[in-house]
């Protein structure tokens, strides 16, 4: 079966929805971790709780990208 291809700004605008996404979900669950491995140290789960912050930070800085992508490209579109 063959895709019916979209056009650049679509696939940028869908990246950065699905990053923008998972970045809050990541850090949602990254600072619950982190009350949780507060209440409990010396276990593993404030490094889990931290590694999920900065995922989600990355995650929120390529949904940045893409949205500055999806703008460039919509602005050097050809006006008909």
């Not at 590694?51 to 999806?70: D, E």
């Amino acid at each position: 079966m063959s895709e019916i291809p979209q056009p650049p700004s679509t696939h940028w605008r869908t990246s950065a929805m699905i990053a923008r996404f998972a970045g809050m979900v990541a850090i949602a669950l990254g600072f619950m971790l982190g009350m949780y491995g507060l209440d409990e140290p010396g276990t593993h789960w404030l490094r889990t709780a931290l590694g999920l912050l900065v995922t989600g930070m990355l995650a929120q800085g390529y949904a940045l990208y893409c949205s500055i992508k999806r703008m460039q490209q919509l602005q050097d579109r050809p006006k008909s």
